[in-house]
C-alpha cells in the first residue's frame, strides 16, 4: 500500500510538530466480530492479534507519567479483548476518561449482554460506528443484520441514560461514506441523522462525527480492485484545506497497537510507519514523558485525507 501511496509524493505534505499529549488511543487488537468494508485495520473474526495485560499495565503506567487522562479504545472490536474491563477498571481509579470505539452490534452478542451497563457503571463515552441512518446501506458496508442489531443496541443505550441532553453519559455515532467520495456537511447530516433516528427509532445520541474512509489495509485494497485508488487519491490530494492543518488529532495524540508499539497515529500503525519516522518501532517502555513535545511526525501522502475538505479525525469534521 505504501508504494501505491508513493505515486503521488509530488504532492509534499506539510511538516507537523506534536503540541501537548494529550490522548492516547489504544489498539486492542484486531479481533472482531464483524468485517466491515471501510475498515483500515482488516480486523475481523478470525483475527488473533490482542493486547496482553501486562502491555495495558504498562501503557497506564505511561499514562500516569505523562499526566495523559484520556484513552480511546479502539480494535478491532476493542470490548473482544479479554482484559478490556480491566483496563476500564484501572482507568477508572485513576480519573482517566475512556472512549470506547464500539460498533454497537457487539453489545447484543452472546456474553456481552451486560456490557452496555458495564460502560454505563464507568462512564465510559461510546463512539459508535452508524454509517447510515438506512438500513440497506448499512448492511451493505458493514453485513447483513447490522443495521437491526445497531438499532437494538442505541435503544439498551438510551435507556441507561446514554445520548439525553444535558446527561452524563455521552454517545456520538460515526458516519463514514459508503464509496470513494468525502464526508458531507458534518452539521447538515447530523440533523437529518438527528430527525430521522428519533422519528422513526425513538434513539437520541449526543454529536454525529464525519470520518474520512483512509486508503489504506481493506478499503485501500477495495480501491484497487475497482481500479480507482488512483483517483481517489487525486481527490484527497486536490481537496487538500490548508486551514485545518493546525487541528489534526496527530498533534495531541499517539496511537499503540496491541504489542505496545508507539506510533504518530492509527493510521501510520496499519502502514508499519514508525514513530517520527525513526528506523525502527518504540516500544511503550522505550518513552521518556519529555520524548514528545515539538517531535517530528511521520507523514505521508494517506495524510491528505485528515485534511481534504472539511477535515477528518476521530473527533470528526475539523471544520
Not at 511526525?297 to 491528505?304: D, E, F, K
Request: charged share 20%; with cysteine.
Amino acid at each position: 500500500m505504501l508504494e501505491t501511496l508513493s505515486k503521488f509524493e509530488n504532492s509534499t505534505f506539510p511538516t507537523l510538530l506534536r503540541g501537548n499529549l494529550e490522548i492516547i488511543q489504544l489498539n486492542l487488537g484486531y479481533l472482531c466480530n464483524l468485517s466491515c468494508l471501510h475498515c483500515h485495520v482488516n480486523a475481523g473474526p478470525k483475527r488473533t492479534e490482542l493486547m496482553s495485560k501486562q502491555t495495558i499495565d504498562q501503557v497506564l503506567d505511561f499514562a500516569k507519567k505523562t499526566a495523559v487522562k484520556i484513552l480511546d479504545l479502539t480494535g478491532g472490536a476493542p470490548e473482544m479483548n479479554p482484559h478490556f474491563r480491566y483496563l476500564v477498571e484501572q482507568a477508572t481509579k485513576r480519573n482517566i476518561s475512556i472512549i470506547d470505539r464500539c460498533n454497537l452490534v457487539i453489545l447484543e452478542e452472546d456474553s456481552y449482554e451486560d456490557l452496555a451497563a458495564f460502560l454505563a457503571e464507568h462512564k465510559v463515552t461510546v463512539v459508535a460506528s452508524l454509517p447510515c441512518y438506512l438500513e440497506e446501506n448499512v448492511d451493505k458496508q458493514r453485513g447483513n443484520g447490522v443495521f437491526q442489531k445497531s438499532l437494538v443496541a442505541l435503544q439498551r443505550l438510551n435507556s441507561l441514560g446514554y445520548g439525553q441532553e444535558g446527561g452524563s453519559l455521552k454517545l456520538d455515532l460515526v458516519f463514514n461514506p459508503q464509496g470513494a467520495t468525502l464526508p458531507p456537511a458534518q452539521d447538515t447530516l447530523e440533523k437529518s441523522y438527528k430527525t430521522y433516528l428519533k422519528q422513526h427509532y425513538d434513539i437520541d445520541f449526543n454529536q454525529l462525527y464525519t470520518i474520512t474512509n483512509m486508503p489504506i489495509k481493506r478499503f485501500g485494497s477495495t480501491l484497487l480492485s475497482n481500479g480507482i485508488f488512483d483517483d481517489y487519491m487525486q481527490l484527497l490530494v486536490d481537496s487538500y484545506n490548508p486551514d485545518i492543518i493546525g487541528q489534526v488529532m496527530c498533534l495531541n495524540t499517539i496511537s499503540i497497537d496491541w504489542q505496545g508499539y508507539v506510533y504518530d497515529c492509527d493510521f501510520n500503525q496499519m502502514l508499519d510507519l514508525p514513530l517520527a519516522d525513526q528506523s525502527s518501532g518504540i516500544h511503550i517502555t522505550e518513552m521518556k514523558n519529555d520524548s514528545l513535545e515539538q517531535s517530528y511526525i511521520a507523514t505521508r501522502q494517506h495524510c491528505y485525507g485528515c485534511t481534504a475538505g472539511q477535515g477528518s479525525s476521530c473527533g470528526g469534521a475539523l471544520s
